[in-house]
């Protein structure tokens, strides 16, 4: 069983930042890839950014030089840092583990309101 705790939501008023986290525990080897969607109401979820285990990152269009993704998969840890948050960056934002055999499992969510 995978279990992702993510941490680093809130509210944010428009040009701030945030750091988002998310650890993944339980019996795991090393992950395969660890990434970031987010879904907003009325929306698909989507992909934001996502770190592979060779070190290998791709981002949104929407969010490239933005938010920066890193992640550590000894530790099967991930953490996104957005600047310049703007308020379509609202979102619920969940956490992706994806496993060496491509297996994903999710975590929750965390909620992202940029407003001022």
């Known amino acids: 069983q995978v279990q992702l705790v993510e941490s680093g939501g809130g509210l944010v008023q428009p040009g701030g930042s945030l750091t988002l986290s998310c650890a993944a525990s339980?019996?795991?080897?090393?992950?395969?890839?660890m990434a970031w969607y987010r879904q907003a109401p009325g929306n698909q979820r989507e992909l934001v950014a996502r770190?592979?285990?060779?070190?290998?990152?791709d981002y949104a269009d929407s969010v490239k030089g933005r938010f920066t993704i890193s992640g550590d998969n000894v530790k099967n840890t991930v953490s996104l840092q957005m600047n310049s948050l703007k308020p379509e960056d609202t979102a619920v934002y969940y956490c992706?583990?994806?496993?060496?055999?491509?297996?994903?499992?999710w975590g929750q969510g965390t909620q992202v309101i940029v407003s001022s």
């Open positions: 339980g019996t795991i080897a090393s992950f395969n890839a």
């Open positions: 992706l583990w994806r496993s060496p055999t491509k297996d994903d499992y």
């Open positions: 770190v592979f285990a060779g070190g290998s990152t």
